[in-house]
């Protein structure tokens, strides 16, 4: 079976940096994701992409960018952290039915 | 445009109880529902899918019914155990769109013994 891999688990910055979270998935799928999950507002899409050098919007991609270089790894940007901030960030990867695989996820604190 | 809405936030139960969470969506075209469960710490983790009316999908004793006419995923449960206290998240893929999964709220169930 395949796995995906986040890192750093932990993230902790301070307002106004950049910081970058990384995800690697050995499944040899095709699209990715990444997802953000605040308490009580369930998962929101930053950005997807369909294959390597491929990006698209989600609903919440202002103050993000994203980067897939690589088929097995997609990369996320905060571009500014925003003090007090503090959310989880999920990667996946899906096959041509759309299930999702995820991985455990980035844990973000803004001080 | 294409959304999930789960009314409950939190669902208490005991042990043996019989379990519903629902779960309505919006979508153009004829989308796959999904269910999928997180536990603490954990990315969330597929349950099952369904495509198309009246198709059912269960796994590890939870099951929902495509309803098209309801549009509705409803998850049920004949008996719950401690060890299904977790958060659950109804999906949808949009026929039009394959590649973007919309999720609902998710519904945390706590399980009593």
């Known amino acids: 079976g395949g796995i995906i891999t986040q890192t750093p688990k932990f993230l902790i910055g301070q307002e106004g940096q950049k910081l970058t979270l990384k995800c690697q998935q050995n499944?040899?799928?095709?699209?990715m994701y990444w997802y953000r999950q605040d308490s009580g507002k369930g998962l929101r899409l930053i950005y997807y992409?369909?294959?390597?050098?491929?990006?698209q919007k989600g609903d919440l991609s202002e103050g993000y960018d994203a980067s897939r270089e690589k088929k097995s790894s997609f990369s996320l940007t905060v571009t500014s952290a925003q003090k007090n901030e503090m959310a989880v960030f999920l990667c996946?990867?899906?096959?041509?039915?759309?299930?999702?695989?995820f991985g455990a996820g980035t844990r973000l604190s803004v001080l | 445009g294409d959304s999930v809405t789960q009314t409950e936030g939190q669902v208490a139960l005991s042990e043996e109880d019989f379990l519903t969470i629902h779960c309505n969506y919006s979508a153009s075209g004829y989308p796959a529902l999904f269910w999928y469960v997180q536990y603490p710490g954990e990315g969330p983790q597929f349950l099952f899918r369904a495509s198309r009316d009246k198709e059912k999908g269960s796994s590890r004793g939870f099951e929902a019914t495509y309803n098209k006419e309801a549009t509705s995923f409803h998850l049920q449960k004949a008996s719950v155990q401690e060890s299904d206290s977790a958060v659950y998240y109804c999906a949808l893929s949009a026929g039009n769109n394959n590649n973007r999964i919309f999720f609902g709220d998710g519904t945390q169930l706590v399980v009593k013994p």
């Open positions: 992409s369909i294959t390597e050098n491929d990006l």
């Open positions: 499944f040899n799928h095709d699209t």
């Open positions: 996946a990867s899906s096959i041509q039915q759309n299930t999702l695989y």
